[in-house]
């Protein structure tokens, strides 16, 4: 039913909705319409467990499943909806048709690929700790992919790498190529080639990566608190705006970037523990703080 715009009554445009899901007039109390279609649930919760167990419906659709989460699953327990023990007979034929809607769900060639690079695609987002936007972008880019016959001669593991790696880069989350490689059989050297294929052709504007996507992660595994995470952030807008990050590897800098600010706010951290935590060298990260240190005439012993 159309929603009024205004109250013949009083003119008003203001309206609630009642208990009895009639809409009133706010201002003159006027019953406007009546029978007010109510699209929610008609069972009140009181906790996420009651809501989940009196909900009828499936979890929503994802790309993340070959599916999107659509199809049906047949329970493997034997039992009836009673809860008694399924016969003999009865057994073998659920165990048949069990079979036979397993393979329905892979039939073509495509399918298969796509369950084998979604359960691919799960373990590496699991390793790495990827939110689900990140999951979401690196399915969708997958699918973007097949769709385009990118995977024909080329390794369903690469390609995963490849999407999980652009989707870290698309979101921003701080994501090296070197952190998707660690968890993978894939050399670098293919996982690099791999996303250039991608990048070039489905035809993706990826975003620079900045440094300053790269100072929490850092800071909380090497336990330095939010000033020394501003003061770092500081010290990379600084850097920016005299151009010294143009050309220069974000970690790199955002590592340099974190040693000064430890240093200044007294949370001193070890060149090399932080090299460790970036995936960078000793030698990189005292070069990248002198050269810090030296162009924005910071206060710190070089």
């Known amino acids: 039913m159309d929603e009024p715009r205004e109250c013949p009554n009083c003119g008003s445009k203001e309206y609630v909705v009642s208990r009895n899901q009639e809409l009133v007039c706010a201002d003159c109390g006027l019953v406007l319409t009546e029978d007010v279609f109510d699209l929610g649930a008609e069972w009140r919760e009181f ?17 993340t499943m070959h599916d999107k989460g659509l199809s049906t699953t047949i329970d493997w327990r034997d039992v009836d909806a009673r809860g008694h023990r399924l016969d003999p007979r009865r057994r073998a034929e659920m165990q048949r048709i069990r079979k036979w809607h397993a393979r329905s769900r892979v039939y073509q060639s495509s399918e298969r690929n796509l369950a084998s690079a979604m359960s691919e695609l799960d373990r590496l987002a699991g390793q790495l700790d990827l939110p689900r936007r990140v999951r979401q972008t690196a399915a969708l880019l997958y699918r973007h992919a097949l769709e385009r016959n990118l995977i024909r001669g080329r390794s369903i593991e690469a390609i995963v790498a490849a999407c999980v790696y652009a989707a870290c880069r698309r979101t921003s989350f701080p994501r090296t190529l070197a ?27 990826m975003p620079i990566a900045q440094p300053e996507d790269f100072i929490p992660r850092y800071a909380n595994a090497l336990r330095l608190s939010q000033r020394t995470q501003a003061r770092a952030q500081s010290i990379l807008m600084r850097a920016r705006t005299e151009g010294i990050t143009s050309g220069k590897d974000p970690t790199c800098i955002a590592a340099a970037a974190l040693y000064i600010a430890s240093i200044m706010e007294g949370e ?12 960078v060298t000793e030698v990189t990260v005292r070069n990248r703080y002198k050269e810090l240190v030296r162009k924005l005439k910071l206060g710190v012993e070089v």
Request: charged share 40%.
């Open 179 to 205: 952190d998707v490689g660690r968890y993978t059989r894939v050399t670098r050297k293919e996982l690099g080639r791999s996303y250039r294929l991608l990048v070039r052709r489905l035809g993706l504007q």
């Open 268 to 279: 001193r951290r070890t060149q090399r523990e932080i090299g460790e935590v970036a995936g």
């Open 47 to 63: 906790s996420s467990e009651e809501r989940d167990k009196r909900a009828r419906a499936g979890p929503p659709s994802t790309l």
